[in-house]
């Protein structure tokens, strides 16, 4: 059974600073997902890591992927108020049909 | 404008009560899926279908019932068996070999 680790659960940073968010996962996948969810709302995808050593960016977050260390990382770059939300990977645990494992997500507040 | 939708957004029901959560998407995509999500949780798998009048179980598929009648509609029934009903009801869909988007989500409050 597919195991997706999370850390940290929570996490408190001031504007400016800069952290990383760590997806651990037990099992080979072909694909890994980022998502972005603010307080009551939808699932809003961020990135789709399909490859060992994958990285993409868009604005302040940067996500990288190594599949040998199943090991994905999501990082935060001179932190805004508008990027506190709860960040969640998901890694792909049914092969073509593509079922969803999630992680418990990070809770990520950017303080002033 | 393309997109999933589920209705109604805000549901309470009586225990003992079956409720049906709405599912529809114009997006043409082929396969839909049901998430649970919990506070502090992430999202867990219900049931999902990859193509019409075909659907399997996901994690958590107990108390659960869905039916794949046309290709734009998922629904979910929510029947008297599953033992903790109130949560956060996400459906999804994904074109062949694409990520999944999802729906607003359905909260699902059982006194």
């Known amino acids: 059974e597919l195991k997706v680790e999370q850390n940290p659960l929570f996490l408190s940073m001031q504007e400016g600073k800069n952290y990383t968010i760590y997806c651990n996962y037990s099992?080979?996948?072909?694909?890994l997902y980022w998502y972005r969810q603010d307080p009551g709302k939808s699932l809003e995808s961020l990135f789709v890591?399909?490859?060992?050593?994958a990285v993409k960016q868009e604005g302040r977050l940067m996500a990288s992927l190594d599949t040998k260390a199943r090991l994905s990382t999501l990082h935060i770059t001179a932190a805004v108020h508008d990027l506190s939300a709860t960040y969640f990977c998901?890694?792909?645990?049914?092969?073509?049909?593509?079922?969803?494992?999630f992680g418990k997500g990070t809770l990520l507040t950017v303080n002033p | 404008d393309g997109g999933i939708t589920q209705s109604p957004k805000y549901l309470f029901r009586k225990e003992g009560q079956n409720v049906t959560l709405s599912c529809e998407q114009n997006?043409?995509?082929?396969?839909m899926y049901w998430y649970r999500q919990d506070p502090g949780q992430g999202l867990r798998l219900i049931y999902y279908?990859?193509?019409?009048?075909?659907?399997q179980k996901g994690d958590i598929a107990e108390g659960y019932s869905v039916s794949r009648e046309k290709k734009e509609s998922f629904p979910l029934t929510v029947t008297s068996a599953q033992k903790n009903p109130t949560a956060f009801y996400l459906c999804?869909?994904?074109?062949?070999?694409?990520?999944?988007?999802f729906g607003p989500g359905t909260r699902l409050t059982v006194t």
């Open positions: 999804a869909s994904r074109r062949t070999g694409g990520e999944q988007y």
């Open positions: 099992t080979t996948s072909d694909r």
């Open positions: 890591l399909l490859s060992n050593g």
């Open positions: 998901a890694v792909n645990s049914g092969g073509s049909n593509y079922k969803l494992t």
């Open positions: 997006l043409n995509h082929d396969a």
């Open positions: 279908s990859q193509i019409v009048n075909d659907f």
